[in-house]
T-cell receptor, first 110, second 113 residues
Framework: NAGVTQTPKFRVLKTGQSMTLLCAQD?????MYWYRQDPGMGLRLIHY???????AKGEVPDGYNVSRLKKQNFLLGLESAAPSQTSVYFC?????????FGSGTRLTVV | GENVEQHPSTLSVQEGDSAVIKCTYS??????FPWYKQELGKGPQLIID?????GEKKDQRIAVTLNKTAKHFSLHITETQPEDSAVYFC????????????FGPGTSLSVIP
Protein backbone atom coordinates (compact mmCIF):
# COMPACT_ATOMS: atom_id res chain seq x y z
CA ASN A 1 0.00 0.00 0.00
CA ALA A 2 1.86 3.09 -1.27
CA GLY A 3 -0.44 5.72 0.29
CA VAL A 4 0.16 9.11 -1.34
CA THR A 5 2.83 9.35 -4.03
CA GLN A 6 4.14 12.64 -5.39
CA THR A 7 6.22 13.10 -8.52
CA PRO A 8 8.69 14.57 -9.10
CA LYS A 9 10.56 14.87 -5.78
CA PHE A 10 12.77 17.74 -6.93
CA ARG A 11 12.57 20.21 -9.78
CA VAL A 12 14.29 23.40 -10.85
CA LEU A 13 12.40 25.72 -13.18
CA LYS A 14 13.29 28.92 -14.92
CA THR A 15 10.99 31.90 -14.46
CA GLY A 16 8.13 31.67 -16.94
CA GLN A 17 8.33 27.92 -17.47
CA SER A 18 5.37 25.67 -16.78
CA MET A 19 5.13 22.32 -15.05
CA THR A 20 2.70 19.86 -13.51
CA LEU A 21 3.05 18.11 -10.18
CA LEU A 22 1.34 14.76 -9.92
CA CYS A 23 -0.25 13.30 -6.80
CA ALA A 24 -1.61 9.76 -6.72
CA GLN A 25 -3.35 7.98 -3.85
CA ASP A 26 -4.39 4.35 -3.61
CA UNK A 27 -6.62 4.57 -0.52
CA UNK A 28 -9.85 5.43 -2.35
CA UNK A 29 -10.03 8.76 -0.47
CA UNK A 30 -12.61 11.26 -1.64
CA UNK A 31 -10.75 14.39 -0.57
CA MET A 32 -7.41 15.58 -1.88
CA TYR A 33 -5.39 18.71 -1.19
CA TRP A 34 -2.34 20.63 -2.33
CA TYR A 35 -0.35 22.60 0.26
CA ARG A 36 2.80 24.64 0.07
CA GLN A 37 5.22 24.84 2.96
CA ASP A 38 7.49 27.83 3.45
CA PRO A 39 9.83 28.57 6.38
CA GLY A 40 7.96 30.11 9.31
CA MET A 41 4.59 29.93 7.53
CA GLY A 42 3.52 26.37 8.11
CA LEU A 43 1.26 24.66 5.61
CA ARG A 44 -0.92 26.81 3.38
CA LEU A 45 -3.72 25.32 1.32
CA ILE A 46 -3.50 26.03 -2.41
CA HIS A 47 -6.41 24.06 -3.85
CA TYR A 48 -8.47 21.10 -2.79
CA UNK A 49 -10.97 18.62 -4.20
CA UNK A 50 -13.93 16.95 -2.54
CA UNK A 51 -14.35 14.36 -5.27
CA UNK A 52 -13.61 13.35 -8.84
CA UNK A 53 -14.26 16.20 -11.23
CA UNK A 54 -14.43 18.88 -8.50
CA UNK A 55 -11.87 21.46 -7.40
CA ALA A 56 -11.94 24.51 -5.16
CA LYS A 57 -9.61 27.35 -4.17
CA GLY A 58 -7.79 27.34 -0.89
CA GLU A 59 -5.89 30.07 0.92
CA VAL A 60 -3.21 30.82 -1.72
CA PRO A 61 -4.54 29.74 -5.15
CA ASP A 62 -3.09 32.49 -7.37
CA GLY A 63 -0.66 31.25 -10.01
CA TYR A 64 -1.80 27.61 -9.70
CA ASN A 65 -4.39 25.44 -11.39
CA VAL A 66 -5.56 21.94 -10.52
CA SER A 67 -7.47 19.07 -12.05
CA ARG A 68 -9.05 15.90 -10.62
CA LEU A 69 -10.06 13.89 -13.68
CA LYS A 70 -9.67 10.59 -11.82
CA LYS A 71 -10.45 9.95 -8.16
CA GLN A 72 -6.96 8.71 -7.43
CA ASN A 73 -5.06 11.60 -9.07
CA PHE A 74 -4.80 15.29 -8.25
CA LEU A 75 -2.63 17.45 -10.51
CA LEU A 76 -1.16 20.84 -9.62
CA GLY A 77 -0.10 23.06 -12.50
CA LEU A 78 2.07 26.15 -12.66
CA GLU A 79 1.42 27.95 -15.94
CA SER A 80 4.18 30.56 -15.65
CA ALA A 81 6.50 29.90 -12.73
CA ALA A 82 7.71 32.79 -10.57
CA PRO A 83 10.48 32.87 -7.94
CA SER A 84 7.77 33.38 -5.28
CA GLN A 85 6.59 29.86 -6.04
CA THR A 86 9.85 28.37 -4.78
CA SER A 87 8.60 26.11 -2.01
CA VAL A 88 8.01 22.56 -0.88
CA TYR A 89 4.68 21.26 -2.14
CA PHE A 90 2.73 18.58 -0.30
CA CYS A 91 -0.23 16.63 -1.51
CA UNK A 92 -2.60 15.00 0.96
CA UNK A 93 -5.71 12.89 0.87
CA UNK A 94 -8.28 12.14 3.52
CA UNK A 95 -11.46 10.50 4.54
CA UNK A 96 -13.07 12.19 7.51
CA UNK A 97 -10.36 11.06 9.91
CA UNK A 98 -6.96 12.61 9.39
CA UNK A 99 -4.81 13.40 6.42
CA UNK A 100 -2.24 11.22 4.71
CA PHE A 101 0.54 13.31 3.20
CA GLY A 102 2.94 12.56 0.40
CA SER A 103 6.67 13.04 0.86
CA GLY A 104 6.73 16.39 -0.93
CA THR A 105 8.14 18.06 -4.04
CA ARG A 106 10.89 20.62 -3.60
CA LEU A 107 10.52 23.21 -6.35
CA THR A 108 13.02 25.95 -7.03
CA VAL A 109 12.24 28.71 -9.52
CA VAL A 110 15.27 30.68 -10.69
CA GLY B 1 -12.44 31.80 8.86
CA GLU B 2 -10.52 29.65 11.29
CA ASN B 3 -7.13 30.84 12.55
CA VAL B 4 -4.77 28.60 14.51
CA GLU B 5 -1.87 29.96 16.55
CA GLN B 6 0.89 27.78 17.95
CA HIS B 7 3.58 28.37 20.59
CA PRO B 8 6.47 28.13 20.96
CA SER B 9 7.92 28.21 17.46
CA THR B 10 11.05 26.41 18.67
CA LEU B 11 11.57 24.23 21.72
CA SER B 12 14.68 22.50 23.04
CA VAL B 13 14.51 19.96 25.85
CA GLN B 14 16.90 17.51 27.44
CA GLU B 15 16.30 13.85 26.72
CA GLY B 16 13.91 12.45 29.30
CA ASP B 17 12.23 15.77 30.03
CA SER B 18 8.69 16.67 29.00
CA ALA B 19 7.70 18.94 26.11
CA VAL B 20 4.50 20.94 25.82
CA ILE B 21 3.21 22.69 22.70
CA LYS B 22 0.18 24.95 22.94
CA CYS B 23 -2.34 26.02 20.30
CA THR B 24 -5.32 28.33 20.20
CA TYR B 25 -8.07 28.48 17.61
CA SER B 26 -10.63 31.13 16.72
CA UNK B 27 -13.69 29.33 15.33
CA UNK B 28 -15.91 28.05 18.13
CA UNK B 29 -17.47 25.63 15.62
CA UNK B 30 -14.21 23.68 15.33
CA UNK B 31 -14.60 20.20 16.75
CA UNK B 32 -11.66 18.13 15.48
CA PHE B 33 -8.06 18.80 16.50
CA PRO B 34 -5.28 16.66 15.01
CA TRP B 35 -1.55 16.85 15.62
CA TYR B 36 1.03 16.07 12.96
CA LYS B 37 4.73 15.28 13.23
CA GLN B 38 7.04 16.13 10.35
CA GLU B 39 10.50 14.62 10.30
CA LEU B 40 13.22 16.15 8.17
CA GLY B 41 12.62 15.56 4.46
CA LYS B 42 9.26 13.87 4.97
CA GLY B 43 5.61 14.79 4.85
CA PRO B 44 3.62 15.42 8.04
CA GLN B 45 2.23 12.34 9.76
CA LEU B 46 -0.82 12.21 12.02
CA ILE B 47 0.25 11.24 15.55
CA ILE B 48 -2.83 11.90 17.66
CA ASP B 49 -6.15 13.68 17.42
CA UNK B 50 -8.97 14.72 19.70
CA UNK B 51 -12.61 15.57 19.17
CA UNK B 52 -14.56 18.21 21.04
CA UNK B 53 -16.54 15.75 23.13
CA UNK B 54 -13.31 14.63 24.86
CA GLY B 55 -11.11 16.66 27.21
CA GLU B 56 -7.98 14.52 27.08
CA LYS B 57 -6.55 11.66 25.07
CA LYS B 58 -3.37 9.65 25.63
CA ASP B 59 -1.30 7.35 23.47
CA GLN B 60 1.78 6.02 25.21
CA ARG B 61 4.12 8.99 25.75
CA ILE B 62 1.96 11.58 24.01
CA ALA B 63 -1.23 13.20 25.21
CA VAL B 64 -3.48 15.98 24.00
CA THR B 65 -5.74 18.16 26.11
CA LEU B 66 -8.58 20.37 24.95
CA ASN B 67 -10.27 23.32 26.62
CA LYS B 68 -13.19 24.29 24.40
CA THR B 69 -14.23 27.20 26.60
CA ALA B 70 -10.84 28.84 26.25
CA LYS B 71 -10.29 27.53 22.70
CA HIS B 72 -6.96 26.03 23.72
CA PHE B 73 -5.45 22.64 23.04
CA SER B 74 -2.03 21.27 23.88
CA LEU B 75 0.32 18.42 23.02
CA HIS B 76 2.30 16.84 25.83
CA ILE B 77 5.25 14.54 25.20
CA THR B 78 6.73 12.81 28.23
CA GLU B 79 10.11 11.09 28.57
CA THR B 80 11.32 12.69 25.36
CA GLN B 81 13.73 10.80 23.13
CA PRO B 82 16.02 12.03 20.33
CA GLU B 83 13.65 10.51 17.76
CA ASP B 84 10.96 12.92 18.97
CA SER B 85 12.96 15.74 17.33
CA ALA B 86 10.77 17.05 14.51
CA VAL B 87 8.39 19.84 13.56
CA TYR B 88 4.97 19.47 15.13
CA PHE B 89 1.81 21.02 13.69
CA CYS B 90 -1.48 21.47 15.45
CA UNK B 91 -4.64 21.89 13.41
CA UNK B 92 -8.35 22.53 13.73
CA UNK B 93 -11.37 21.61 11.67
CA UNK B 94 -15.09 22.18 11.80
CA UNK B 95 -15.60 18.72 10.34
CA UNK B 96 -18.20 19.89 7.85
CA UNK B 97 -19.09 18.09 4.65
CA UNK B 98 -15.41 17.91 3.77
CA UNK B 99 -12.46 17.61 6.08
CA UNK B 100 -10.53 20.80 5.32
CA UNK B 101 -8.11 21.42 8.14
CA UNK B 102 -6.38 24.66 9.16
CA PHE B 103 -2.82 24.19 10.39
CA GLY B 104 -0.83 26.13 12.92
CA PRO B 105 2.61 27.47 11.90
CA GLY B 106 4.52 24.61 13.53
CA THR B 107 6.90 24.03 16.44
CA SER B 108 10.42 22.77 15.88
CA LEU B 109 11.27 20.44 18.76
CA SER B 110 14.86 19.46 19.47
CA VAL B 111 15.59 16.76 22.02
CA ILE B 112 19.17 17.01 23.25
CA PRO B 113 20.78 13.68 24.18
Amino acid sequence: NAGVTQTPKFRVLKTGQSMTLLCAQDMNHEYMYWYRQDPGMGLRLIHYSVGEGTTAKGEVPDGYNVSRLKKQNFLLGLESAAPSQTSVYFCASSTRVGYTFGSGTRLTVV
Amino acid sequence: GENVEQHPSTLSVQEGDSAVIKCTYSDSASNYFPWYKQELGKGPQLIIDIRSNVGEKKDQRIAVTLNKTAKHFSLHITETQPEDSAVYFCAASTGTSYDKVIFGPGTSLSVIP
